[in-house]
Each structure stands twice: as C-alpha cells, then as structure tokens.
C-alpha cells in the first residue's frame, strides 16, 4: 500500500503543465512458469488493456490494467487436455524517454490469476497433474515490471506505439511476457 501512496504523490506533485492522456493496448501474452516450462506447456495468448497517466518532459507517468488470456495443450496420464490462463494486471509504471521516440520501462504491478483444465481429469489424475503443473487458482502475486517501446508514430494528440514488458511474479517462481501495440490520445 506504501507504494501505491508513494506512487500517487509522485503524480500529484507533478506540475500542472504536464500532458495527461488515456490509453488503450492489445497484444500477444507468453506465461513463464517453473513447474509448466519443466513440462514443456508454455500457455500463450492475447492481452488487452487501458489506462490513464501524464507526461512531463522525458518522463511519463501510467497506471493501467490489463488482461491476458493464454491457453497451452498437455499430455498428463494419457489424457489429452489443456491448461487455461487467465490473468489481470494492474500496473504503475515509468516511462523514461532515451529519444525522442524510445523509451525505457519500469514499475510495480498486481496481479490476480486463474488457472484451470480444459477438462476435469479423475480425481487422482487431477490432484497429480494440479501439483505437478503448479495450478493456480484464485492466486494473487506482485512484482516488478520492466521493458522498452517505441512510439512509431507522434502527432499532436495522439501516438502510437509498441511495446514489450516482462512481468515477475514474487509469491512463485515466474513471469509473463506481454507484447503490444498501443495508442495514447492526449487530452491537452
């Protein structure tokens, strides 16, 4: 909580003449995850989201939510199936300006995810396959945001973008990779 109070002065202190904009993103989710890379089951899928932030100089501002969904085939006691991904991201991030079109990325961010089968195992073969996949059901994790983007076009008010991100997750070993293409439309 600390930090989202930490985070919220740094953007009310920001001056008055900073350019505030809404945005919007979609893109391609690649889950990373100990227990399912072990097994070769890597859920892909897409993203979506929006957000909110300001800019001042060479620096911005954002707050966004995203979602992703992601799903992978698996093989777990001759059984054909699959693992479902779900997962919503809220972010507060930094975006430095390197030029005038490249940026550097980096933030904090929750997360809340569901995992689930494509089709319920028997009951042994579902308990084993929940532990050796690491299921995560209802889970909730934090961590650390980085990436880069590049404003591929900037006009008076509005641009848009590309961008990559890599999201930890603290509470279990992995991560997430979300690629996006993205608009920002200015309001002043």
Do not use: C
């Not at 892909?44 to 085939?73: C, H, P, Q, W």
């Not at 991904?85 to 904090?108: I, P, V």
């Amino acid at each position: 909580m600390h930090k989202l109070l930490l985070f919220l002065t740094i953007l009310v202190s920001l001056p008055a003449q900073a350019q505030l904009y809404v945005l919007g993103q979609g893109g391609y989710f690649v889950l990373n995850q100990e227990a399912t890379d072990a097994n070769n089951v890597t859920p892909v899928g897409y993203s979506y989201g929006g957000g909110i932030g300001m800019r001042k100089n060479y620096f911005e501002f954002e707050v966004s939510l995203l979602k992703a969904s992601g799903t992978a085939d698996l093989a777990h006691d001759g059984v054909d199936n699959s693992l479902n991904h779900e997962q919503t991201t809220l972010s507060f991030s930094l975006n430095f300006y390197l030029s005038k079109a490249f940026y550097a990325r980096m933030g904090y961010s929750t997360h809340k995810i569901d995992q689930s089968f494509g089709e319920e195992f028997s009951p042994v073969s579902q308990a084993g396959a929940e532990d050796e996949y690491d299921l995560k059901e209802g889970s909730t994790s934090e961590g650390f945001n980085l990436g880069a983007g590049y404003v591929i076009f900037d006009g008076s008010n509005t641009s848009l973008f590309v961008q990559i991100e890599r999201f930890n997750y603290a509470t279990f070993d992995g991560g997430a990779w979300n690629t996006s293409l993205g608009f920002r439309i200015y309001t002043n």
